[in-house]
């Protein structure tokens, strides 16, 4: 079975300062791993995916993070936070084979960025 | 490229009514899946379609059906509507040979 944790429902920074929103995951078999923004009221946008290449995987907006198969954890950071991240942000993992692109999500961290 | 389009964007049933969503995906794709992602929790697995039948489900109850077309757009069909399927649905295409979805706007079903 897969699992997916997101640690802190709320995180909240100050513009420029550096971003870290924390996943780990649950899985018998290896792992795709995926981390999805979610502005109000819209649906869901992909920030950046790990499948298996590269253990630091770079997105768009900034962002990255990096795999750590020791620690299960697949955190996402930005050096430096802009008003605009202000967001949902929900880590996600599948299936390499057979999953079917089945995505088990988090509950999401909702990140506010203030001046 | 439209991307993955859902219709209709905000709907309002009454308890006990019946409801269909719609969802075209993007060009290429050949897979739909469809997630429930009620207020303040991340979005759960209902059930996969691909060449037009259900191939995954989720723990969902027999009261969400599906269908896939031809044309690889699907429908998502909830009977006797509960308060509790108040929700955004959403929509992800994707095919076999791609490691991630694409997903809709969404539709926002308020129950009432």
């Known amino acids: 079975a897969q699992s997916v944790t997101q640690l802190g429902s709320h995180v909240s920074v100050s513009e420029g300062a550096l971003v870290l929103l924390r996943c780990n995951y649950s899985?018998?078999?290896?792992?795709?791993l995926f981390w999805y923004v979610q502005y109000p009221n819209q649906g869901l946008q992909l920030l950046l995916k790990?499948?298996?290449?590269?253990?630091l995987v770079k997105g768009i907006n900034g962002f990255e993070a990096e795999f750590k198969k020791s620690e299960t954890s697949f955190h996402l950071t930005k050096p430096s936070a802009h008003m605009s991240d202000a967001a949902e942000y929900f880590c996600?993992?599948?299936?390499?084979?057979?999953?079917?692109?089945?995505?088990?999500f988090g509950a999401g961290t909702r990140l506010a960025v203030h001046p | 490229d439209a991307g993955v389009t859902q219709s209709p964007t905000h709907l309002i049933k009454t308890r006990g009514q019946q409801v269909t969503l719609r969802c075209s995906p993007k060009?290429?794709?050949?897979?739909v899946s469809w997630y429930q992602q009620a207020l303040g929790q991340g979005p759960q697995f209902i059930f996969q379609?691909?060449?037009?039948?259900?191939?995954q489900r989720g723990n969902f109850p027999d009261r969400f059906s599906g269908h896939q077309f031809p044309n690889y757009s699907s429908e998502l069909n909830v009977n006797a509507l509960l308060l509790g399927d108040s929700a955004l649905y959403l929509c992800?295409?994707?095919?076999?040979?791609?490691?991630?979805?694409?997903f809709g706007q969404g539709t926002r079903l308020t129950v009432v």
């Open positions: 790990y499948t298996s290449a590269a253990t």
């Open positions: 379609y691909y060449e037009e039948e259900e191939r």
């Open positions: 992800a295409s994707s095919s076999d040979s791609i490691t991630e979805a694409f």
């Open positions: 899985s018998s078999v290896p792992p795709y």
């Open positions: 060009s290429g794709h050949d897979t």
């Open positions: 996600a993992v599948s299936r390499r084979s057979g999953g079917y692109n089945k995505l088990i």
